[in-house]
């Protein structure tokens, strides 16, 4: 099945900077690849998605970009803000075994230092 | 237009009970989903369904059931509730699986 790899499980940055995670898929035939925010006891909310026809997307202060050569995707965040503290989380579309839904990655906790 | 709706927000349970988590959704969304999510390991896909009376097995589908008898409920039966099964459970819905997906507020599940 699909695997999602994250990197790192946890960034601290301060105020104003700009923080990046990573992420990594194995499956190739993968064509979609969301980004979900989840704060401390909330639900997911998606924040960015791309797909596989696209190298990058961008939103304002964020923005999504994938290799597809690589197999791997990143999140980009600029001019970090307080409330840009939550955990986030990549996922792919898994297509493998049978199963058609998203294989998430274990999530990267971005803490914004004031 | 509450969206997702997922009922209760917490439970408990002993091991060896049964229950049903429910989820509701009102946009009108083809597919619906269950996850898990534990500490350390992201969400994980339990079942999914494409549409009504359609259902299909997930990454870690043992030990629950699903059923899809309208386009708007999706409940999720534990058959016999373990220890494992402690977790936070979040429901989702989406018009295509490559589509936005919108979570439910979550059902938090302590099994003693």
């Known amino acids: 099945g699909e695997n999602v790899e994250q990197h790192p499980s946890t960034l601290s940055v301060q105020e104003g900077d700009s923080a990046v995670i990573k992420c990594t898929y194995s499956?190739?035939?993968?064509?979609?690849f969301p980004w979900y925010k989840q704060e401390l006891g909330k639900r997911p909310q998606l924040i960015i998605d791309i797909r596989s026809n696209v190298g990058e997307k961008k939103d304002q202060r964020i923005a999504v970009t994938l290799n597809k050569t690589a197999k791997h995707f990143s999140l980009h965040i600029t001019e970090t803000q307080p409330e840009d503290s939550a955990v986030y989380f990549c996922?792919?579309?898994?297509?493998?075994?049978?199963?058609?839904?998203?294989?998430f990655g274990k999530g990267t906790h971005l803490i914004i230092q004031p | 237009n509450a969206g997702v709706t997922q009922t209760p927000k917490f439970q408990v349970l002993k091991t060896g009970q049964s229950m049903t988590l429910q989820c509701a959704q009102d946009m009108n969304h083809e597919y619906m989903s269950w996850y898990r999510q534990d500490p350390g390991m992201g969400l994980r896909l339990i079942h999914y369904s494409v549409g009504a009376g359609i259902t299909d097995q997930g990454e870690v589908p043992n030990g629950y059931n699903v059923s899809r008898s309208t386009t708007e409920d999706f409940p999720l039966r534990l058959l016999s509730a373990a220890p494992s099964q402690t977790s936070v459970y979040f429901c989702a819905s989406s018009y295509r699986v490559s589509e936005t997906q919108y979570f439910g507020p979550g059902t938090r599940l302590l099994v003693l």
């Open positions: 996922a792919a579309r898994l297509k493998g075994g049978g199963a058609d839904g998203l294989t």
């Open positions: 499956d190739s035939a993968s064509n979609y």
